[in-house]
């Protein structure tokens, strides 16, 4: 089964950018990926998801100051994360799933997680 290893978090001020990564074990499993976040006391939440031919989808809270990527000869998915702000402050998961019809949005739809990265923005 395919392995989830993210990477790239860390604590910024306000304002400050991140760029996390996931690195899969394999292309098989992963062909359609996304970013959760959860903070403490909330439910896990979708940032962004990216489908089998790169169709994305990010969530509004993002809009404009999120990018998800994906390198497929790399097996590797990315977020950057520009104009970060004390509400983006999280544990970011990213989520694989083998097959989709677009970009899925919903924790239930993916069946491989990582261990997750925090992130940490002050003001």
């Known amino acids: 089964q395919v392995q989830l290893v993210e990477s790239g978090g860390g604590s910024v001020q306000a304002g400050g950018s991140l760029r996390l990564s996931c690195v899969a074990s394999?292309?098989?499993?992963?062909?359609?990926m996304g970013w959760f976040r959860q903070a403490p006391g909330k439910e896990r939440e979708v940032v962004a998801a990216?489908?089998?031919?790169?169709?994305?989808s990010n969530a509004d809270s993002v809009k404009g100051r999120f990018t998800i990527s994906k390198d497929n000869a790399k097996n590797t998915l990315y977020l950057q994360m520009n104009s970060l702000q004390p509400e983006d402050t999280a544990m970011y998961y990213c989520?694989?799933?083998?097959?989709?019809?677009?970009?899925?949005?919903?924790?239930?739809?993916?069946?491989?997680w990582g261990q997750g990265t925090q992130v940490s923005v002050s003001s």
């Open positions: 989520a694989a799933v083998s097959w989709c019809p677009g970009p899925r949005l919903g924790p239930h739809e993916y069946y491989r």
């Open positions: 394999s292309a098989y499993g992963s062909a359609c």
């Open positions: 990216i489908d089998i031919v790169g169709r994305t």
